[in-house]
C-alpha cells in the first residue's frame, strides 16, 4: 500500500549537532502516527521537514508516491500537510474567523473580502467538531481548550490531509482532551493522516495505531501500538530501563526552621489562604486547572494585586510587592511557559543564566566569558546537556531548558523556588532527572513550592500538599494521606 506521506532517510544537522540521522517515517490514509522520543530526540525538527519550516540536508518526502520537495510552509500547506503547533500561532487581538483565513482570505469577484463566505465555511467547520466558539470574539478571550479547536479549525480549513498535532492535550483537562480525540476519530474515518506527538503515554494508547520511536536523532522502531507496551516504549526512548520515576526521600523534613508563612485575601469579601514552608521542604499545591494555584502565587510574589497580604521569611516581615522584590527576597518562579515567560529564547545559556543578577546591577547585555567559571559550574551543577555555554538556549530540548531557568534561580542565591507545572511538555526520562535535581535542591537546605496538574509527581515528589478548589485551599494533606482519592475527593469538592 503506497503511504499518504512517507519520508525516506533524513538526515539534518545543525551547527554542533546531528538533529536527525537517517530518519524513515511512512504515514497510511485514516492513521494516527505517534512519534515518541526524548526532548532532543529529533521529533520537533522532523515534523518542521515535514512541514517545509525546514529542508533535510539528504533523504526524500513522498507524498501518494510522487517525491515532493517543500522549500516553505506555504508548498507543504498546496501539498496537503498541515500542523498543529505545541504554542499557538494565532493573532491574540483578531477574531477565530480572521485567524483561520489569514492571508488566505475568500474574496468575490471584485477582489473584496467575502466575510459571508469565510463565516459559513468556518461554522461548517467548526460544526464538524462539535464546537461551539464565538466567531466574533478575540482569540485571546477564548478559552485555552476553545483557542487549540481554533487552530485545528485552521488546519482543517487547508484541507489538510496529513495533520500534524504536536503535543495537542498539554493545555487541555482530561474532558476536553476527550473530546480531541473524538474529533480525531472523525478525522480518522475521513482518511485524514495524523501524526501525533505527546509525552502522555497514556494517550498514545488511546488513539494511536502505530507508533515510532526515535533516540538521540536515530530511528529506533516502529511498532503498532497493540503489540508494545509502556515499559517498552520507556526503554525504547531512554535505552534504558527507568527502575523508579520518583527519587526516595532522603530526609525528614526540617519543621523547626519556617522559611515561610503567608496570609493572603485575594478579594474584599473572600476567605484569606495560610500556608507555611519549612526548609528543605517539597509543598505542592495541587487542584484542578483554575483552582487557584497559579493565582495564590501570583499573589504572593506581587505579580498580582490582592485585598492583603501579610508574609514573613525567616520570621520577619517582607515585602513582595513585584517579583523583582520577591527575587530580592530569594524567591524565585520557573513560570508554566517557559518559552515565553522563563527564558530568552534568542539569548546564550549563559546569558540566560545570568541575566537577571546583572540586570539588577544595571547591565542587560553582558559577556559570557566575565562569569564563564559561574555559568560552567551551575550548568554542571543542574545537568544541562548543551553543546556549549554560548549556544542559543532555543536550541536546547524543554526538559534542559528548565533547568538553564533553575540555573538562573540559583545565580541569584534563592532559597525559595516555586515551580509551576515543571514538567508539563518534558519526556519521561527529563521528569526523572528534574525530580532527581529538586531532591539534590532540598538536601542543599532550599525549598519549593510545585504546582502541578500531575498527581503521580504530586503524590511522588512532595512532602505536604495543599489542596485547592474554588480559588481557595480547601485541604492540607500530609503522610499517607497525599494520596490520589483523597487529593481529588478535596479537589472535586466531594469530600464535604
Known amino acids: 500500500?503506497?503511504?499518504?506521506?512517507?519520508?525516506?532517510?533524513?538526515?539534518?544537522?545543525?551547527?554542533?549537532?546531528?538533529?536527525?540521522?537517517?530518519?524513515?517515517?511512512?504515514i497510511q490514509r485514516g492513521e494516527v502516527h505517534?512519534?515518541?522520543?526524548?526532548?532532543?530526540?529529533?521529533?520537533?525538527?522532523?515534523?518542521?521537514?515535514?512541514?517545509?519550516?525546514?529542508?533535510?540536508?539528504e533523504g526524500d518526502i513522498f507524498i501518494d508516491g510522487e517525491q515532493c520537495r517543500f522549500s516553505n510552509y506555504r508548498q507543504a500547506i498546496e501539498a496537503g500537510v498541515g500542523i498543529i503547533f505545541q504554542e499557538f500561532?494565532?493573532?491574540?487581538?483578531?477574531?477565530?474567523?480572521?485567524?483561520?483565513f489569514l492571508n488566505r482570505e475568500i474574496r468575490n469577484r471584485w477582489g473584496l473580502l467575502d466575510r459571508r463566505a469565510m463565516?459559513?465555511?468556518?461554522?461548517?467547520?467548526?460544526?464538524?467538531?462539535t464546537v461551539e466558539i464565538d466567531l466574533d470574539c478575540p482569540v485571546e478571550q477564548l478559552s485555552v481548550a476553545q483557542q487549540q479547536f481554533v487552530e485545528i479549525a485552521k488546519a482543517l480549513s487547508l484541507e489538510a490531509r496529513v495533520l500534524v498535532l504536536d503535543e495537542p492535550t498539554a493545555t487541555l483537562t482530561p474532558g476536553e482532551a476527550e473530546h480531541l480525540f473524538s474529533v480525531m476519530n472523525d478525522l480518522r474515518l475521513l482518511g485524514v493522516g495524523m501524526v501525533f506527538i505527546s509525552h502522555h503515554l497514556d494517550e498514545i494508547f488511546t488513539i494511536c495505531d502505530r507508533i515510532t520511536v526515535l533516540r538521540d536523532g536515530s530511528y529506533i522502531e516502529t511498532l503498532a501500538t497493540g503489540d508494545t507496551n509502556v515499559e517498552e516504549l520507556v526503554r525504547l526512548m531512554v535505552g534504558r530501563k527507568i527502575e523508579n520515576a520518583f527519587p526516595l526521600k532522603q530526609h525528614p523534613v526540617d519543621t523547626s526552621t519556617l522559611l515561610l508563612e503567608a496570609e493572603i485575601q485575594r478579594e474584599k469579601h473572600g476567605p484569606t489562604d495560610r500556608f507555611r514552608l519549612h526548609k528543605g521542604e517539597i509543598l505542592g499545591f495541587a487542584g484542578l486547572v483554575g483552582s487557584g494555584r497559579t493565582e495564590t502565587v501570583s499573589a504572593l510574589i506581587g505579580a498580582s494585586r490582592c485585598h492583603r497580604k501579610c508574609v514573613s521569611l525567616g520570621g520577619r516581615p517582607a515585602a513582595l510587592n513585584s517579583p523583582a522584590q520577591a527575587l530580592s527576597q530569594g524567591i524565585g518562579l520557573l513560570p508554566e511557559s517557559r518559552k515565553t515567560e522563563g527564558l530568552v529564547l534568542p539569548f546564550s545559556v549563559a546569558?540566560?543564566?545570568?541575566?537577571?543578577?546583572?540586570?539588577?546591577?544595571?547591565?542587560?547585555?553582558?559577556?559570557?566569558?566575565?562569569?564563564?567559571?559561574?555559568?560552567?559550574?551551575?550548568?554542571?551543577?543542574?545537568?544541562?546537556?548543551?553543546?556549549?555555554a554560548d549556544t542559543a538556549v532555543s536550541t536546547l530540548s524543554g526538559g534542559n531548558q528548565q533547568k538553564v531557568v533553575i540555573a538562573r534561580w540559583l545565580n541569584n542565591d534563592c532559597n525559595i523556588l516555586i515551580f509551576d507545572e515543571p514538567t508539563r511538555g518534558i519526556d519521561v526520562g527529563a521528569k526523572a532527572e528534574i525530580y532527581q535535581l529538586m531532591q539534590q535542591l532540598t538536601l542543599q537546605g532550599i525549598s519549593i513550592i510545585m504546582i502541578s496538574s500531575e498527581l503521580p509527581e504530586?503524590?511522588?515528589?512532595?512532602?505536604r500538599v495543599l489542596v485547592f478548589r474554588g480559588g481557595h485551599i480547601v485541604a492540607e494533606l500530609t503522610g499517607d494521606d497525599i494520596e490520589s482519592n483523597h487529593i481529588m475527593l478535596h479537589?472535586?469538592?466531594s469530600a464535604l
Open 1 to 26: 500500500m503506497t503511504a499518504l506521506l512517507e519520508l525516506k532517510r533524513i538526515k539534518k544537522s545543525f551547527p554542533g549537532v546531528k538533529a536527525l540521522d537517517g530518519i524513515d517515517l511512512a
Open 34 to 57: 505517534a512519534l515518541l522520543g526524548e526532548n532532543g530526540a529529533g521529533k520537533s525538527t522532523l515534523v518542521k521537514i515535514m512541514c517545509g519550516i525546514y529542508q533535510p540536508d
Open 89 to 100: 500561532s494565532l493573532i491574540p487581538y483578531m477574531s477565530a474567523i480572521d485567524n483561520i
Open 119 to 129: 463565516r459559513r465555511k468556518a461554522e461548517a467547520i467548526f460544526k464538524r467538531l
Open 351 to 388: 546569558q540566560n543564566i545570568t541575566l537577571n543578577r546583572h540586570h539588577r546591577r544595571g547591565k542587560i547585555f553582558v559577556s559570557a566569558s566575565k562569569d564563564r567559571d559561574v555559568v560552567q559550574r551551575l550548568i554542571h551543577a543542574v545537568g544541562v546537556k548543551t553543546p556549549g
Open 458 to 463: 504530586i503524590i511522588g515528589v512532595c512532602d
Open 491 to 493: 479537589a472535586t469538592g
